[in-house]
């Protein structure tokens, strides 16, 4: 009887700190229109950086539709970092860094997930390069005189 309390008590905690991870995603996007440009791209980074844990947690829990809306967020997110540091100048080689580590992660869940699953997260890895190559040109690109 007491094995089962102990349960009781660690899934509610399970339940509650992922609800409290989805509304911190939340309160994180309705900061972003709010927040001054230069600011935008590492908290557009932290909210990408949060989907990405939900993505595999999503998965691994079998609500493959969630953990797709979870991937359009952190391509959206991504790309909206990429674009604030281009505008502002500002933390781009932290976002390229960033989004390396979150297509080299999302590879990782890749091989992890049944075959008819890794077409999305495939595609998502690809924008997500993408990004990378936009903000590595933007990084090095000769200024004209």
């Not at 947690?57 to 540091?85: C, N």
């Not at 077409?119 to 936009?134: F, K, N």
Request: charged share 35%.
């Amino acid at each position: 009887m007491r094995t089962l309390a102990v349960w009781i008590v660690v899934f509610t905690i399970a339940v509650v700190a992922s609800a409290a991870k989805d509304e911190a995603v939340e309160v994180l996007k309705s900061k972003v229109e709010s927040t001054p440009v230069q600011d935008q791209a590492p908290l557009c980074v932290r909210i990408a950086q949060l989907q990405l844990r939900n993505v595999d947690t999503l998965y691994t829990e079998g609500h493959v539709e969630q953990a797709r809306d979870a991937l359009h967020d952190i391509v959206v997110y991504s790309a909206k970092a990429r674009d604030t540091a281009k505008t502002s100048r500002k933390h781009l080689k932290r976002v390229e860094i960033d989004v390396r580590k979150m297509a080299e992660k999302l590879a990782d869940i890749k091989r992890t997930l049944a075959f008819d699953d890794q077409p999305p997260v495939e595609e998502a890895i690809q924008r997500l390069q993408e990004i990378r190559t936009t903000l590595l040109e933007e990084m090095f690109k000769k200024e004209k005189k």
